[in-house]
């Protein structure tokens, strides 16, 4: 595997262990629908929440979560309405970003709850 699909195999893992420290519950990891994927889907309180993971090894090309693109949003909300609908579900949807900084001297997770409206 790829260096690169291996740091974002990590980032994921790390944002599932936040998330589950601050009370989310894990419901899916690695959603997919048509050309999108959610990389995971959580519950807290009455929210769905709705995560993209961006991993990175420096912030030297800017931010991971400024990676987060136009289409890429679209792609998100077309794969979350898919799984609301299929799961049968009426609650608020969230769309959050995790931000992960991950390198041999680092280790930083970032949690940026209400990313983007999908409106």
């Given at each position: 595997?790829?260096?690169?699909n291996?740091?974002?195999?990590?980032?994921?893992?790390?944002?599932?262990?936040?998330?589950?420290?601050?009370?989310?519950?894990?419901?899916?990891?690695?959603?997919?629908?048509?050309?999108?994927?959610?990389?995971?889907?959580?519950?807290?309180?009455?929210?769905?929440?709705?995560v993209?993971?961006?991993?990175?090894n420096?912030?030297?090309?800017?931010n991971?979560?400024?990676?987060?693109?136009?289409?890429?949003?679209?792609?998100?909300?077309?794969?979350?309405?898919e799984?609301?609908?299929?799961?049968?579900?009426?609650?608020?949807?969230?769309?959050?970003?995790?931000?992960?900084?991950?390198?041999k001297?680092?280790?930083?997770?970032?949690?940026?709850?209400?990313a983007?409206?999908?409106?």
């Amino acid at each position: 595997m790829a260096y690169h699909n291996e740091l974002g195999k990590l980032g994921e893992e790390l944002a599932v262990q936040y998330l589950l420290k601050q009370d989310y519950a894990i419901l899916e990891r690695n959603f997919r629908y048509d050309k999108a994927e959610i990389d995971i889907i959580a519950a807290k309180g009455d929210e769905i929440v709705i995560v993209e993971v961006k991993t990175r090894n420096s912030a030297a090309f800017g931010n991971p979560q400024e990676f987060v693109t136009a289409s890429k949003i679209k792609l998100l909300v077309k794969a979350a309405n898919e799984y609301m609908v299929s799961q049968h579900l009426d609650k608020e949807v969230r769309f959050d970003i995790i931000a992960v900084l991950k390198n041999k001297t680092t280790e930083k997770v970032e949690h940026y709850p209400n990313a983007f409206y999908h409106f």
